[in-house]
T-cell receptor, first 114, second 113 residues
Framework: KNQVEQSPQSLIILEGKNCTLQCNYTVSPFSNLRWYKQDTGRGPVSLTIMTFSENTKSNGRYTATLDADTKQSSLHITASQLSDSASYIC?????????????FGRGTQLTVWP | EADIYQTPRYLVIGTGKKITLECSQT?????MYWYQQDPGMELHLIHYSYGVNSTEKGDLSSESTVSRIRTEHFPLTLESARPSHTSQYLCASSEGSGVGGYTFGSGTRLTVV
């Protein structure tokens, strides 16, 4: 069964600190991995997308890494801001179907305190 | 500057009513999707479409129906709403290959009382 597991489930950090979110997956055959930020009551917004050949991708203070051999990814947030408070969702796509099916993690709920 | 629009953002409706959730995109994407998401849970695919006049059911069984008469429009309908339909409904669209842009709307929060 294809799965995407994220950890931790929730995280509280102080403003200005760094943090790292984890994503492990078993989706095969792998196509790409995306990180999304979802504010409460809103739709997910794309942060990064990485294919098999890419092992790191940055978007401002967000840096995602991918180890396709161990099927692990991480999202590192630098110098956190209050606006970073959101759910961060790891999404993995397979290439075994025409649809390019997406598999969603449950997300890590990040809270940044002042 | 959203390129995919969902209306309404919030809807509170009585049991037994018929409702239609609207979704429109301006990117010319062929593929469109409806997801259902409960608080703290992952998104579940309930419907998808490869293009005009193409609709398929997703992984999660849903009593809703969809139609795709125009490329840009993918509405979802519930003929008779029930409290069990209370959830957030997210519409999304993607480019043909699915590797590139995959854009979500802001969602409709549906509450059936």
């Amino acid at each position: 069964k294809n799965q995407v597991e994220q950890s931790p489930q929730s995280l509280i950090i102080l403003e200005g600190k760094n943090c790292t979110l984890q994503c492990n997956y078993t989706v095969s055959p792998f196509s790409n991995l995306r990180w999304y930020k979802q504010d409460t009551g809103r739709g997910p917004v794309s942060l990064t997308i990485m294919t098999f050949s890419e092992n790191t991708k940055s978007n401002g203070r967000y840096t995602a890494t991918l180890d396709a051999d161990t099927k692990q990814s991480s999202l590192h947030i630098t110098a956190s801001q209050l606006s970073d408070s959101a759910s961060y969702i790891c999404v993995v796509s397979d290439r075994g179907s025409t649809l390019g099916r997406l598999y969603f993690g449950r997300g890590t709920q990040l809270t940044v305190w002042p | 500057e959203a390129d995919i629009y969902q209306t309404p953002r919030y809807l509170v409706i009585g049991t037994g009513k018929k409702i239609t959730l609207e979704c429109s995109q301006t990117m010319g994407h062929d593929k469109m999707y409806w997801y259902q998401q409960d608080p703290g849970m992952e998104l579940h695919l309930i419907h998808y479409s490869y293009g005009v006049n193409s609709t398929e059911k997703g992984d999660l069984s849903s009593e809703s129906t969809v139609s795709r008469i125009r490329t840009e429009h993918f509405p979802l309908t519930l003929e008779s709403a029930r409290p069990s339909h209370t959830s957030q409904y997210l519409c999304a669209s993607s480019e043909g290959s699915g590797v590139g842009g995959y854009t979500f709307g802001s969602g409709t929060r549906l509450t059936v009382v």
